[in-house]
């Protein structure tokens, strides 16, 4: 890309924060907006911009251009991942609501690990611009399969108005919650410590490892294979045991394999598959204790579920555009920083836990946790 542009690569760069940037702010509206429009309308128009807006980075002339259609494409991608997740709650609870929040735990963390995957075989095969004509195809694929399937699941009696005061209040209410922070801060941070690897990819598979651009597989693999059974196990724990005592599982799961790679990478190189195998068990226990977390974090606002979707969206979302921006860069150099840095991130994610049980346990915060009445 900096080739074709005539540019430096750090300039290219930017369009990942761009686009994370943009993801990150406009996340917190589309769960306010679909809370007063509806849940259908807003994922059908921002898959529609999302269209757009790959046109236009598969076409774009200047490196100008490309870095606006990449924000455009970061400020429509939030919706699917903020209403869905209401969409979710306004039609079931308990077990059930679980068991399918599970399912979508999988995808969501999975698209983040296929799409380099995909993303490198297009770009070898075609050029990085087929990469664009790829999301072209994939979004418009999405957006009939909603408008053909897609139920709208927030009657207009439960919708909030679209005005400025009872808007401020709500907002007002979910970012005062401590409990709630607590929830929405250790989703963050327990993605927080596989997503570091995610974006240090290419430092990982031909820095440390020696790979070649064919062998991400190495990496990825063995991270979705860990979600998938994360998420599986979420959904066959729902009903059975509580979500509290599911969370702590996964934490549990989580600091063994944050152990496992520290101790690892302290007294070897980094190899296949020593290097990977933890982060296949840190993910099974981030993709277990990620549904359960999430609904707990929904019903704490049961007449502004998009609100309190797009408040957690919006923090996780921060944290990943600072792990890509920012703590990347400064860690991926060796293999033994990025374990490390993805233990912090376990233990931050575990003190927000345990930090929301002490609050729940004292009563703290509940007179925010009652939704704003128009």
Same mark, same amino acid.
């Given at each position: 890309?900096?080739?074709?542009?005539?540019?430096?690569?750090?300039?290219?760069?930017?369009?990942? /924060? @761009?686009?994370?940037?943009?993801?990150?702010?406009?996340?917190?509206?589309?769960?306010?907006?679909?809370?007063?429009?509806?849940?259908?309308?807003?994922?059908?128009?921002?898959?529609?911009?999302?269209?757009?807006?790959? =046109?236009?980075?598969?076409?774009?002339?200047? =490196?100008?251009?490309?870095?606006?259609?990449?924000?455009?494409?970061?400020?429509?991608?939030?919706?699917?991942?903020?209403?869905? %997740?209401?969409?979710?709650?306004?039609?079931?609870?308990?077990?059930?609501?679980?068991?399918?929040?599970?399912?979508?735990?999988?995808?969501? /963390?999975?698209?983040p690990a296929v799409a380099p995957v995909i993303g490198g075989v297009l770009d070898i095969a075609f050029g990085w611009r087929s990469i664009f004509v790829f999301l072209t195809v994939f979004s418009l694929?999405?957006?009939?399969?909603?408008? +053909?399937?897609l139920p709208e699941t927030l009657p207009k009696s439960d919708r909030q108005p679209f005005r400025a005061a009872p808007l401020v209040a709500s907002y007002v209410q979910v970012f005062g919650s401590a &409990?709630?922070?607590?929830?929405?801060?250790?989703?963050?941070?327990?993605?927080?410590?596989?997503?570091?690897?995610?974006?240090?990819?290419?430092?990982? =598979?031909? %820095?440390?490892?020696?790979?070649?651009?064919?062998?991400?597989? +190495? !990496?990825?693999?063995?991270?979705?294979?860990?979600?998938?059974?994360?998420?599986?196990?979420?959904?066959?724990?729902?009903?059975?045991?509580?979500?509290?005592?599911?969370?702590?599982?996964?934490?549990?799961?989580?600091?063994?394999?944050?152990?496992?790679?520290?101790?690892?990478?302290?007294?070897?190189?980094?190899?296949?598959?020593?290097?990977?195998?933890?982060?296949?068990?840190?993910?099974?226990?981030?993709?277990?204790?990620?549904?359960?977390?999430?609904?707990?974090?929904?019903?704490?606002?049961?007449?502004? &579920?998009?609100? @309190?979707?797009?408040?957690?969206?919006?923090?996780?979302?921060?944290?990943?555009?600072?792990?890509?921006?920012?703590?990347?860069? !400064?860690?991926?150099?060796?293999?033994?920083?990025?374990?490390?840095?993805?233990?912090?991130?376990?233990?931050?994610?575990?003190?927000?836990?345990?930090?929301?049980? &002490?609050?729940?346990?004292?009563?703290?915060?509940?007179?925010?946790?009652?939704?704003?009445?128009?």
């Open positions: 890309m900096a080739r074709d542009y005539a540019v430096n690569e750090l300039l290219v760069q930017q369009t990942l /924060s @761009a686009y994370m940037g943009s993801f990150a702010i406009m996340t917190l509206f589309h769960g306010a907006l679909s809370d007063s429009f509806g849940r259908r309308p807003v994922i059908l128009v921002n898959l529609l911009v999302f269209v757009a807006a790959s =046109i236009g980075c598969a076409l774009a002339p200047t =490196i100008e251009a490309l870095l606006a259609c990449r924000a455009l494409q970061g400020m429509s991608a939030g919706a699917g991942i903020v209403v869905g %997740r209401a969409i979710i709650r306004d039609t079931y609870d308990g077990p059930m609501a679980q068991r399918l929040m599970s399912q979508v735990t999988m995808l969501f /963390s999975l698209a694929l999405l957006w009939a399969g909603c408008a +053909w399937t &409990r709630f922070a607590m929830l929405a801060l250790a989703v963050a941070f327990n993605f927080a410590g596989f997503f570091i690897y995610v974006v240090s990819a290419p430092a990982v =598979i031909y %820095r440390h490892l020696g790979l070649s651009a064919t062998d991400f597989a +190495w !990496l990825f693999v063995p991270g979705i294979g860990g979600v998938m059974i994360g998420a599986w196990l979420s959904g066959r724990l729902a009903g059975r045991m509580t979500p509290e005592r599911t969370v702590m599982l996964a934490f549990a799961v989580m600091a063994a394999a944050a152990c496992l790679s520290i101790g690892y990478h302290l007294m070897y190189p980094p190899a296949v598959p020593w290097t990977v195998l933890p982060l296949m068990l840190y993910s099974l226990g981030m993709s277990l204790a990620m549904p359960s977390i999430t609904l707990l974090a929904l019903d704490m606002f049961p007449r502004n &579920r998009g609100m @309190a979707a797009s408040v957690q969206g919006f923090t996780q979302s921060m944290c990943n555009a600072l792990l890509a921006g920012v703590i990347s860069p !400064l860690v991926a150099g060796t293999q033994l920083s990025l374990a490390v840095t993805a233990g912090v991130a376990m233990v931050l994610g575990a003190a927000c836990w345990l930090n929301y049980l &002490r609050l729940t346990r004292r009563g703290a915060g509940l007179p925010a946790d009652r939704a704003v009445e128009p």
